[in-house]
């Protein structure tokens, strides 16, 4: 219940763990020695905001939607408004919250090797299984294996991974987000960037992830002020009617931030103009996201902490069901009940992978120990033979 504009502030934000999003911040680090006791300090560094755990939740939820709407684009015209406008905030609300959990990444050991099993080993892991995926459901056994070259959702680990590892930067320069801004400008209009990692949206997102990285608590309780609440209704109904109205004016390629003005036949300038008018109006429609998450528990808090389970393993679906024809088998997929019918079935699919049993049995994959891979710190291992002498 809201009261006036005064409301409950939400609490610092604890340092995670994790080191992707949308997975949310782990509870415990990979590797780490077990058998500590797990004393008040140690419980209080376990505290989950479930601001972030439902934000993570509801965003991914729109992520399946929007890639269950893609087919019916071409036949419906409000499919093709609501896929816009998802699209327009649905991945900077995830990368601005992946900003905000990096604001104290730094280069120490620790950090980088659960910057290593977190992000870049399931991205190698996820790269190979897609490949493989897309040989057999697509019968395209010519399908390369590049980790060069993202197929579909991996693109995010390999931008959260480079975005990660220049969190130092970004804290010593002076007008971050500027800088930010302007680098994602310059690459709308850089054709020669290539494909290689996928670095057109590694920097065209770029913009978000900075702002996360400098935004505060009070920034999420002003986003949740009664007055931002429902100023957010207007707004998004006018997004709607300006995505139904611009629908078969544009390309929906704009939103994917994956290619240069150049490339999507557009004269060289309006990549400049269009980055800075998206930008604008993906900011817009976060705040508005941001204003309506719950920052309370409610049932669906727990399944922020398996977002990034969800977010990989919904692709095999989504592609599936374009490989094996269901979209043109199922021609009442295309009508007004089927779209309903497509938009519920994707959101429940996305929740159960959510779910803590598929993070169990997926564990291994998405977030990996491997405290074999890397080297003992000398100062840990003659403080356990410390520990250790002093007790016997």
Known sequence: MFHGDQRTPLPPAKESTATAAPPAEKTATPGAPAGKPAGPAAA????????????????IVLVAMGHAWE???????AAEALYMVVYTFHMPAFIIISGYFSRSFDMRKDRLQRLVTGVAVPYVLFEVAYTF??????????QP??????????WFLVALFIWRLT????KVVRWPVPLALVIAMLASVSPDIGDDLDLQRVLQFLPF???GLFMKPEHFQWAQRRAVKWASLPIFASALVMAYWAGPRMTSAW????????????????????????????????????????????????????????????????????FWGWFDDYQWLHTPLGEIAVTLIAGAV????????????FRWAMEPRMAWAFKKDPAETARARGTASTTT
């Open 44 to 59: 209080q560094k376990k505290a989950r905001d479930p601001f972030f755990d439902n934000a993570k939740y509801l965003a």
């Open 71 to 77: 087919p019916l684009t071409d036949g419906s015209r």
């Open 133 to 142: 995926f897309k040989r057999w459901a697509d019968d395209d056994p010519g």
């Open 145 to 154: 294996i590049s980790l060069l070259d993202p197929w579909f959702l991996t």
């Open 167 to 170: 969190t130092p930067l970004w």
């Open 209 to 211: 992830f900075v702002i």
């Open 255 to 322: 939103f994917y931030h994956r290619d240069s003005a150049q490339e999507l036949g557009a004269p060289w300038w309006s990549g400049l103009v269009m980055t800075l008018a998206l930008f604008g109006c993906s900011a817009v429609l976060v705040t508005c996201f941001f204003a309506w998450v719950p920052k309370r528990q409610t049932w669906f808090t727990v399944l922020g902490a398996g977002t990034l389970y969800g977010y990989l393993l919904h692709g095999f679906l989504a592609k599936g069901s374009r």
């Open 350 to 361: 996305v929740t159960a992978l959510c779910t803590p049993p598929v993070q169990r049995a």
